[in-house]
């Protein structure tokens, strides 16, 4: 183990303000960046959504040099879907399904819809085309869809497995903690329960 490189996190239910390793200090962190997804012990999703934007941009930026001249905007929409939706998508399988990613996500997508299809906000107030028909016309990925196909496909991976795994302890068999002013964290296995109920 480096220990330059170890860090630790701690929630509200930790007493201690120091660790020490073999008489070295390991540094405290309030977020860690691990495997492209940003954790933090608040489980607040604001960062990581911001990482995900930023990553949408690079990957818009790549594409926006190579379909400029494009005029087949069926091509471009389907760029647009398997590359920058899967990158404002990643790792939300883990994600809890809540209103405020949806409409952080729902914000994201709609930023770049304008210039991806060449169509200005005012060419299409001039056209009495609302986003929904832009999108419906050139058939556009919603990521709404594309975050809920991939927590069934994650949520059957996990169930299928058969040893002992953090996933499924985590996920679905785990104890909560104490419940506080606003209620129990909402974990991803709630969101199934709650649909098919």
């Not at 379909?67 to 939706?85: G, I, K, M, N, P």
């Not at 679905?172 to 296995?189: F, H, I, L, N």
Request: aromatic share 10%; with cysteine; proline share 3%.
């Amino acid at each position: 183990m480096k220990r330059t490189k170890t860090q630790f996190m701690k929630n509200m239910y930790c007493e201690g303000e120091r660790i020490e390793l073999e008489e070295s200090h390991i540094t405290a962190t309030s977020s860690y960046v691990y495997l492209g997804r940003s954790m933090n012990m608040e489980n607040n999703l604001k960062e990581q959504l911001d990482r995900r934007r930023r990553a949408v941009w690079a990957a818009f930026g790549l594409l926006w040099g190579a379909t400029y001249q494009l005029a087949d905007l069926d091509l471009r929409a389907h760029l647009f879907d398997f590359s920058v939706v899967p990158a404002l998508c990643y790792a939300a399988e883990t994600w809890a399904d809540t209103v405020a990613m949806s409409k952080t996500l729902r914000t994201i997508h709609r930023g770049f819809e304008p210039s991806l299809l060449r169509c200005s906000r005012r060419t299409q107030h001039q056209a009495r085309l609302r986003s929904s028909d832009l999108r419906q016309i050139f058939r556009l990925r919603d990521p709404e869809e594309y975050v809920s196909k991939a927590k069934y496909r994650w949520v059957g991976h996990s169930m299928r497995r058969e040893d002992d795994s953090w996933t499924k302890r985590t996920g679905v068999d785990s104890k909560r903690y104490e419940t506080t002013t606003r209620g129990p964290p909402m974990r991803w296995a709630d969101m199934f329960t709650a649909r098919m109920n």
